[in-house]
């Protein structure tokens, strides 16, 4: 097999710097780890790529000359925001609504928030510090009504006098412009960018109709000024790690992880950094959707159980959905984003004692260091991974492949002190502990699935990162999951999502007409609807993909005249010219979401919005030992036995143990036992059965 | 008996299920006041009608649902009969509605026969009738000049629409396409929380479910009256006022002994004809609403159960318990919210007294509402009236920090204010300008908030745009400031005639603030009057900040110039209140200058000085507050005296009289002008003063209370005698 197909992704986490090599048929060639570096996270990435080169006992320049693709997710933007470590960026908008990000409409106080905290009134306040400075920031005369009328032509001696003032004297490195109602006439922004790049051509400019074209300033004011605040720290980071790439041998351009779940060119992502937010997780939720591909699976509830954060997303009909408008430490913006959930529920989750005298799991975390008490490193609060090692689930010896020794007497000295003050001893509370952090995580999976109308327990689970093996079996039982599916390599399972995951490019227009279609409209919708493929299709032709791997799909964005909420229904080839079934779709689908007799037909309905997604998807791993008899018999594998705690049977019980990494192609596997593998433990509960698949993957049948 | 991890499990599926309830209704409606501005809110209650969790968007408009629930329970049983399937809707403030605009649905929950829980939402509506377009009934004679009542009424039967009791509240309104949508959209969210119910109860089992309602009631009692027993025992006494026809009164004495609360509101004004009264249910539900934010802000939200510790005193046909048919129509962000603010501040002195929660003690929010409720013909010519929600008031300042800008009521903390392209894409008006309000947060130690300040002038109107100026505390300061920190200032009202707004900007001039238009004539106008607008017309409005915290005399000099520089205090108010001189052009503080004036400032508040100062004692000692029980702000605290506690001021040491009394009654007593500290009060009545109490020997400002001329002082009595042993050496 040629070695210029091999396909590289890299994800830069908090601790480390993940990479993978997949090849040709999208079979994993080699993975590595290396730390990963907060000051230049380039480092980080060179490191890992030159052990994942050693892994094939390749040079990396040799690797990098001879690869088909190298995709990329990094934490540049998330850290610069979170850290406030931006830019120095201006913001010049329409006079008199200097304040609009500040006042944040009044919800800025609680956005983001969990419901607890939203409760604590005398502790909410505004996001501290703002990204932009009130110094930084000019009203100009101009104004643009909701017709798109000009009221006020634009003031181009204020706004001379402002960029003077804001770059000369000020220092600003990257500019800001949002004017109200800009998105339907956006020329007053346009003349300011001209402005720019003719005496600040050094200057990174972010104009609102190109970052948000969307009504609402507020949430299109922060989406412009996180751009100008984000874009020159990730254009700078990228543009420096494509030139050491480059300089390293690389031949093929780079490709950037979004969080839309799509891939795109450094320049794009210079541009538009929001874009590389969160991309991480969401490389793990594109890894999900592969997945459920690979196995047919329709619905199904992707999780991330690590350290301190307990990371959900769904596939839903194959598909991730999409959130509009995200949200970080407190500004919410338009950059549609694979919906990605997060609870504070993780091994470092601390066990405590609530207010009202209750056991309480989290969302505080004692973090890696000092970490769980286990550890024995400092940390004096119980955490999830005591309560889990107390049960028995985690082998001490054995936690991290053996790279790390735990102590269990740690882990229940520090449970027995705060078990006293419930009354409780240390397992009394090491049981409760655990049921609750399951229950919290089962309440978050179960408020995903019903806000979106579904039944939890039609989908299936897909349970990856280090503490997903030994609670999800668990939350599995409690959600009413029927499947359970623990992937191979599952602490690397985001980088391979990059590599492996879809390609796709998705394109939107505004269309409003109303139910029935008049001739006009139905033909203007064939129109458009060709038109925007064109575009899709020209988009994967520049990145070398042929028009028959390209697969399209055309939704109509409909609603109830006077909401504002859409549902996106699918509306095949539209081989009825007439469309006459539009509104029957549309009904059906909204009963289906919200109940029988919750629709009103008597407002009408109308389209608002035409979009077509393309996707082309790189090949899928064949079956790795598909060659082979499947062997049923795991005692092979028999590591030995531990006295672990199942709470349906209410005791300790010998439970055997088997080595992960010995585990064969269709060994199957009975509850109670448990499964010792590099990156985790996966404990079946009494009843649960499991077996090892082709692929490697561990499946539960609950 | 449940276990307690069940309970915790069940408790966040009843919080889970009882947020979806708010989803499912703002994907579904059609009205920005609850896509755009979250005015809506839900609740899950027992079969009896306790409420069991309530959603946090506008805490008030679920929290009479108890009421709705027992008058449907108590009448209802037989004719028309409750049953699996059914949903009931009513407007009517007397049975568990805000006010009229405030429309409820609520759903019994039947499992295999029984009734197993009640759920509901409750949402405002943008017209629901009556006289005045979009509602609240300004200058009615009585309810019948306000929107219709309509009673619980079964207006869903067996899973269906009633389109015959439906066509009964559409026939009413001036926007029944919204009406109907949002009935079908909550009709939408009580079939989902149903089916969420349902899964629970199949999974847990019906015993455990019915139990473990009783068991979340018992659990927040308990850690309520932890709560209670943790904070000192005391009585505290305030007095707000209401703006309408005339100044109305609302009077609480807050009494906490051991695990009970007892809030009396007995001495408040006879009602009024109509708008701004509150029915006894919106007053308690209200009350509870500041009780959760700030006393239970770590409990189950399960407010059936702080019931039980609490009692609140009226007095039929009084302001803050309207006997029918006095009006209502505008009960929840007048009289009730007001009684909200002296809750607040009795609660806040409550915290203040205690070591464990001093941090707990903020200051007044933004003490009143102010939103144009307008109403004409669309751009299309389509009738509209709506309650624009666009304005947004400051938090109070803390014992540790400045109050939040531009928070929004208190009590609402899922609420948002409507983007500016919402409500010109939909509604004929162009919003001017729309900014942080200068000198709007209170002054103190830590300053309050900032609020907004916005103008508002039709456009493109096919007709002119009529406008309820819907506001409060136009003339007179009533958030209240905590430990000789500063009210918020008043709020006015501006109507511009004959504005050249619009001409000025296509000459390429637009305006930045009230100070910039130039107007045919100018009026101040009153809360609550209705108005017209007609091209060039110009709305403005200032809405107050939070109150502050402390003498804004030992505020950080760097903090004032800070104010200064950001917009947030005028240069005036940086140098009379505070007592900062400032170098504009260096932007630096003069430090001696500064302390030249405020020593001045301090021994001007000597002036009015009454009685005679107790005994000086040494500062230093009053400098190991360690050994002190009890401080009040920044204020005083209290030490061991000849015979008992003593009151000593905590700048200078100075006595202040017996612990077992108030330390105001020792205090230096002036009374100044209400434009001392805001240039906002310029238009306020002068029948209104500030009463300041400050150490009679050092001038350190110890508390403000904004007071009529001649009014009353409000003292305060804290326990102080269980401390004496304390305080022994």
């Given amino acids: ?702 | 008996m449940v276990d307690p991890v069940t309970l915790e499990v069940l408790r966040h599926r009843l919080q889970a299920i009882n947020d979806e309830l708010i989803q499912v209704t703002v994907r579904t409606t059609g009205s920005p006041t609850v896509y755009e501005a979250y005015d809506a809110n839900s609740a899950v209650l027992t079969p009896s009608g306790d409420a069991l969790c309530i959603g946090n968007y506008v805490l008030r408009l679920s929290l009479g649902f108890d009421t709705t629930v027992k008058h449907i329970l108590g009448r209802y049983a037989l004719n028309p009969g409750i049953r699996d399937g059914d949903m009931f809707y009513t407007n009517d403030p007397w049975a568990g509605a805000g006010h009229q605009n405030d429309t409820v649905m609520v759903a019994p929950i039947f499992w295999d026969g029984e009734l197993v829980a009640w759920a509901g939402v409750s949402l405002h509506e943008m017209d629901v009738g009556g006289p005045l377009a979009g509602g609240y009934g300004a200058q009615a004679r009585d309810v019948y000049g306000e929107a219709p009542l309509i009673p619980p009424v079964k207006i869903v039967e067996a899973g269906s629409v009633r389109e015959d009791i439906e066509a009964v509240v559409l026939r009413n309104s001036r926007t029944p396409a919204f009406n109907a949508l949002d009935m079908r959209g909550r009709l939408a969210a009580i079939v989902r929380a149903r089916a969420r119910i349902h899964e629970t109860i199949r999974r847990y089992g019906v015993e455990t479910f019915i139990e473990a309602q009783q068991r979340i009631l018992d659990v927040a009692q308990q850690a309520m009256a932890r709560r209670l027993r943790e904070l000192p025992d005391g009585t505290w006494r305030q007095e707000g006022f209401l703006d309408y026809d005339r100044l109305y009164r609302v009077r609480l004495v807050a009494t906490k002994a051991g695990d009970r609360l007892v809030l009396d509101l007995r001495d408040s004004s006879p009602q009024a004809p109509a708008m701004v009264n509150a029915t006894q249910h919106l007053l308690e539900g209200s009350v509870m609403a500041t009780i959760l934010v700030e006393l239970c802000y770590d409990m189950p939200w399960a407010p059936g159960a702080f019931k039980r510790n609490l009692e609140v005193l009226t007095t039929e046909g009084t302001l803050v318990h309207a006997r029918h048919p006095a009006g209502v129509g505008q009960g929840g962000t007048a009289a009730a919210y007001l009684a909200q603010c002296l809750v607040s501040t009795a609660l806040d002195k409550m915290f203040a007294a205690s070591d464990k929660y001093r941090h707990e003690s903020q200051a007044n929010w933004v003490p009143s509402t102010k939103r144009p409720v307008v109403s004409g013909l669309n751009r299309r010519g389509e009738v509209y009236a709506i309650t624009l929600i666009d304005q947004a008031g400051g938090g109070g300042a803390l014992s540790y920090r400045d109050g939040p800008d531009t928070v929004h009521l208190a009590g609402a903390p899922m609420m948002a204010m409507g983007n500016v392209e919402v409500y010109e894409r939909l509604y004929p008006v162009l919003y001017l300008y729309r900014k942080h309000a200068q000198d709007t947060g209170g002054p103190g130690k830590y300053r309050g908030g900032l609020g907004t300040e916005v103008a508002l002038t039709p456009h493109k109107s096919p007709a002119p745009v009529q406008l309820l100026n819907l506001a409060g505390c136009a003339f007179h300061p009533e958030g209240r400031g905590l430990y000789g920190g500063l009210p918020t200032p008043a709020q006015p009202t501006f109507l511009l005639r004959g504005t050249d707004a619009l001409e000025a900007m296509a000459r390429g001039r637009t305006q930045g603030g009230y100070d910039e238009l130039a107007a045919r004539s100018t009026q101040v106008l009153k809360s609550r009057v209705v108005v017209k607008l007609r091209r060039g017309d110009v709305y403005v409005s200032v809405q107050a900040g939070g109150a502050g915290y402390g003498d804004p005399l030992e505020r950080d000099p760097e903090r004032v110039l800070a104010d200064y520089l950001n917009g947030a205090c005028s240069l005036e108010v940086c140098r009379q209140v505070y007592g900062v001189a400032l170098d504009v052009h260096n932007k630096a503080v003069l430090a001696g200058e500064t302390q030249a004036l405020r020593q001045r400032l301090r021994q001007e508040r000597l002036l009015g000085q009454v009685g005679r100062p107790g005994q000086h004692t040494d500062p230093s000692a009053v400098g190991a507050t360690g050994r002190s029980p009890l401080r009040l702000g920044d204020a005083v605290t209290l030490l061991a005296g000849a015979d008992g506690t003593v009151w000593a001021c905590q700048r200078c040491g100075q006595t202040l009289g017996s612990g077992r009394q108030d330390f105001r009654r020792h205090a230096a007593v002036l009374e100044v002008g209400l434009d001392t500290y805001s240039p906002w009060n310029r238009f306020a009545w002068d029948t209104f003063v500030l009463r300041q109490f400050a150490c009679p020997h050092c001038g350190h400002l110890l508390d403000v209370q904004p007071r009529r001329k001649k009014g009353p002082t409000m003292y305060d009595s804290v326990a102080t005698d269980a401390l004496a042993g304390w305080l022994a050496p």
């Avoid at chain 1, 991480?280 to 459920?292: M, N, R, T």
């Avoid at chain 1, 307990?310 to 991730?320: E, K, Q, R």
């Avoid at chain 1, 289906?592 to 393309?614: M, P, S, W």
């Fill in chain 1, 1 to 702: 097999m040629p070695r210029s197909t091999y396909r590289i992704g890299v994800d830069i986490g908090g601790t480390f710097t993940d990479c993978v090599v997949v090849d040709g048929a999208g079979r994993l060639a080699a993975m590595a780890k290396s730390a990963t570096t907060p000051g230049d996270q380039s480092l980080g990435v060179i490191e890992a790529l030159s052990l994942a080169a050693q892994c094939l006992g390749m040079a990396l320049p040799d690797l990098l000359a001879h690869i088909g693709g190298l995709v990329h997710g990094c934490t540049v933007a998330t850290n610069a925001l979170l850290e406030r470590k931006g830019a120095r960026a201006a913001l010049v908008t329409t006079r008199g609504f200097e304040d609009t990000i500040f006042i944040g409409r009044v919800m800025q106080k609680r956005a983001g928030l969990s419901p607890q905290e939203i409760a604590h009134q005398s502790r909410l306040h505004k996001a501290e510090p703002p990204v932009v400075p009130l110094a930084l920031i000019r009203g100009i005369s101009e104004r643009i009504d909701a017709e798109g009328d000009v009221l006020c032509p634009l003031n181009e001696d204020e706004v001379r006098r402002a960029l003077a003032e804001l770059i000369d004297e000020q220092g600003a490195e990257a500019v800001a412009i949002c004017f109200l109602w800009s998105f339907l006439r956006p020329e007053h922004e346009r003349r300011i960018q001209e402005m720019l790049s003719v005496q600040y051509p050094d200057v990174y400019v972010s104009a609102s109709h190109e970052v948000a074209p969307v009504l609402g300033e507020y949430e299109r004011t922060v989406s412009t000024v996180l751009t100008a605040y984000l874009g020159p720290r990730v254009s700078s980071y990228l543009h420096g790690l494509e030139w050491r790439l480059q300089d390293e041998g690389l031949s093929r351009e780079l490709l950037m992880m979004t969080c839309r779940g799509g891939l795109t060119s450094v320049a794009d992502a210079s541009q538009h950094p929001l874009l590389t937010l969160d991309s991480g997780p969401v490389g793990g939720a594109i890894g999900g959707k592969l997945f459920s591909r690979t196995y047919g699976l329709d619905k199904v509830i992707c999780a991330d159980m690590g350290g301190t954060s307990f990371d959900v997303s769904l596939v839903m009909d194959g598909d991730t959905p999409l959130e509009t408008l995200p949200i970080v430490d407190q500004y919410s913006f338009y950059c549609p984003k694979v919906a990605v959930h997060s609870i504070g529920a993780g091994g470092g989750s601390i066990v405590s004692v609530d207010v009202t005298g209750m056991p309480k799991v989290g969302p505080e975390s004692a973090g890696a260091c000092p970490g769980p008490a286990c550890y024995d490193a400092g940390g004096t609060e119980p955490t999830v991974t005591d309560v889990d090692l107390v049960l028995g689930y985690i082998n001490p010896d054995y936690f991290l492949g053996g790279r790390q020794t735990l102590s269990r007497a740690r882990a229940e000295e520090s449970l027995t002190r705060v078990a006293a003050g419930l009354g409780m001893d240390c397992r009394e509370l090491a049981v409760g502990a655990f049921t609750i952090v399951n229950a919290r995580m089962a309440d978050m999976v179960n408020k995903l699935t019903i806000e979106s109308g579904h039944d939890p327990r039609e989908f299936a689970l897909l349970a990856y990162g280090g503490a997903s093996g030994t609670h999800l079996p668990f939350l599995a039982q409690e959600l009413g999951v029927k499947a359970v599916y623990l992937p191979e390599a599952s602490s690397v399972f985001s980088a391979l999502g990059m590599v492996r995951g879809d390609i796709i490019h998705t394109v939107e227009h505004s269309f409003l007409a109303i139910l029935p279609l008049a001739d006009k409209d139905a033909a203007a919708i064939v129109t458009l609807f060709g038109e925007l493929e064109g575009r899709v299709l020209a988009q994967f032709q520049s990145e070398g993909w042929p028009r028959e791997q390209v697969k399209l799909t055309r939704y109509l964005n409909m609603k109830y005249r006077l909401q504002v909420h859409e549902l996106a229904i699918p509306v095949g080839d539209l081989g009825n010219p007439d469309m006459s079934g539009l509104a029957q779709d549309f009904e059906g689908r909204y009963e289906q979401v919200y109940g029988t007799g919750t629709g009103y037909r008597q407002v009408g309905i109308e389209v608002v919005k035409l979009r077509v997604d393309g996707m082309a998807s790189p090949p899928s791993p064949p079956l790795a030992e598909a060659a082979h008899r499947p062997q049923p018999d795991p005692s092979p594998a028999l590591k030995g036995t531990r006295e672990a705690y199942f709470p349906s049977l209410g005791r300790f019980v010998p439970v055997k143990t088997y080595d992960g990494g010995r585990l064969r192609y269709g060994n199957v596997l009975e509850g109670p036992c448990i499964v010792e593998r590099m990156g985790d433990t996966i404990v079946l509960p009494p009843g649960v059965r499991g077996y090892v698949d082709e692929y490697g993957t561990v499946r539960l049948e609950v």
